[in-house]
């Protein structure tokens, strides 16, 4: 494993950590110390591994030659019921974590376009800024449990909030089906590039 995929791990994993943080803390800031309580408020990466996702997928990803390396963390504990006005703060609960990655992607492509670096150091922005566009397209996906359907929930009537809330138990396996039906190619990485053109331009 070379110096440069280490980093572009390291990159990774401290952006999806930054992820579950931004969870954690505003719904900290809305009233619920859970995430806090359960140490989960930290930059230590180890409370926020996750097998598959932290540990496997990305070594799977790695030793396969995949030209791409993606995961995430465990999910930071909410309780919903703590939150001031539970419906309204959940929706910046799950806001907050792909607004984190587009301001870590936008950074990053600050960085890149104000000192211009070459070599190594320019594929690190670069890479830093793509994976975290990814993460927040990803991410924002209307599919329970992902981020997006936290807004969704949100902004619909409560029955109907209630009925959409139950294809969390299918979520993730609704995800898995339509990356490996090539979904990913249409729901995603059009959102991701029209991002990147806007920061890159």
Not at 24 to 43: E, H, I, K, Q
Not at 105 to 124: H, S, Y
Not at 173 to 197: D, K, T
Request: avoid cysteine; hydrophobic fraction near 55%; charge should be positive.
């Amino acid at each position: 494993m070379s110096l440069f995929t280490l980093l572009e791990l390291s990159i990774l994993v401290f952006s999806i950590i930054l992820h579950e943080i931004a969870h954690g803390g505003v719904a900290f800031l809305f009233g619920d110390p859970t995430a806090r309580n359960a140490g989960r408020l930290t930059l230590n990466p180890v409370p926020h591994i996750d097998l598959m996702g932290s540990i496997l997928l990305p070594l799977v990803l790695l030793f396969s030659g995949a030209h791409f390396l993606i995961g995430w963390a465990k999910p930071v504990p909410i309780n919903v019921a703590r939150l001031g006005n539970p419906r309204r703060d959940f929706m910046f609960v799950g806001a907050a974590g792909p607004a984190t990655n587009l301001a870590l992607a936008f950074l990053a492509a600050a960085a890149w376009k104000i000192f211009q670096p070459e070599g190594d150091a320019g594929r690190l922005l670069i890479y830093a800024s793509v994976i975290n566009v990814v993460l927040a397209a990803f991410n924002l996906m209307p599919i329970p449990p992902l981020d997006g359907s936290r807004i969704v929930m949100g902004l619909l009537p409560r029955r109907l909030a209630y009925e959409y809330g139950k294809l969390e138990r299918y979520g993730m396996v609704i995800v898995l089906v339509l990356v490996v039906a090539g979904g990913f190619r249409y729901a995603v990485a059009p959102v991701a590039e029209l991002l990147l053109r806007i920061m890159f331009a």
